[in-house]
């Protein structure tokens, strides 16, 4: 079919991941998760003993890494250096660790260079999902859409991605100091000028799917 890139932003427990991954098979387009590249490179730093103070240093891993992301919708591969990291990269201390990577300027250049070539510049039909890609990676997308949902809904579903293996105070302390940090970098909470809101809050993840594909008919 015609290029076609459908941008998804939002943060975590909005249904982001699986209503992108989901459109994406709908549309028979491909499928980026940008997050698993911001997990992959923090994967690699706490492998290979880079300093996540040190910024210079966490740009430099991520210049150098051999990263290797599948954007097949249905076989969500992620391999660092050879070595499959797909499992790895879910683990709570990436997500305690990721931060650090998406807050270094000189880090986020560099993947965000690597998803426009997959993005916009390619030519594709594609799904990509994310904090910034309506605003920075795919300011131009076809569609470009914030995906959220009230506090409540959001910490539910993040739990129970997590197996419920974590108290509820807990995990709301995780979930809202990793929102807090990546806030100061890109705001994700807010749609930008010609960015549709569809909020999840009240929808199961089918009619979410069908708000999101509602949102793209409209659109193209
Ligand atoms: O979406 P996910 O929770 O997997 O993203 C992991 C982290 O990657 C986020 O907490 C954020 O720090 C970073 N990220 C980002 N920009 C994106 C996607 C993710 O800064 N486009």
Not at 18 to 40: F, I, K, N, P, Q
């Amino acid at each position: 079919g015609k290029p076609l890139v459908v941008a998804i932003d939002g943060p975590s427990g909005t249904g982001k991941s699986s209503v992108s991954r989901e459109t994406a098979l709908r549309l028979h387009a491909a499928y980026l998760d940008t997050g698993a590249m911001y997990r992959a490179v923090t994967w690699h730093c706490l492998d290979t003993g880079v300093d996540l103070a040190d910024a210079a240093a966490i740009e430099n891993a991520c210049e150098e890494v051999d990263l290797a992301i599948s954007t097949n919708p249905d076989d969500q591969k992620v391999s660092v250096g050879g070595r499959d990291v797909t499992e790895a990269i879910r683990e709570p201390g990436i997500s305690k660790a990721v931060s650090a990577v998406a807050t270094t300027l000189g880090a986020r250049a560099e993947l965000i260079r690597r998803q426009k070539q997959t993005t916009a510049d390619s030519g594709r039909r594609i799904v990509a999902e994310g904090r910034d890609i309506t605003t920075v990676v795919a300011p131009g997308a076809e569609v470009r859409i914030l995906l959220t949902a009230s506090e409540e809904p959001r910490l539910r579903r993040r739990g129970l991605q997590l197996g419920g293996t974590q108290s509820a105070e807990a995990l709301k302390e995780q979930v809202l100091a990793r929102d807090a940090k990546d806030s100061a970098v890109v705001n994700f909470q807010e749609a930008a000028d010609g960015v549709f809101t569809v909020d999840s809050s009240h929808l199961d993840f089918e009619e979410t799917v069908d708000a999101v594909l509602a949102v793209i008919r409209r659109a193209t």
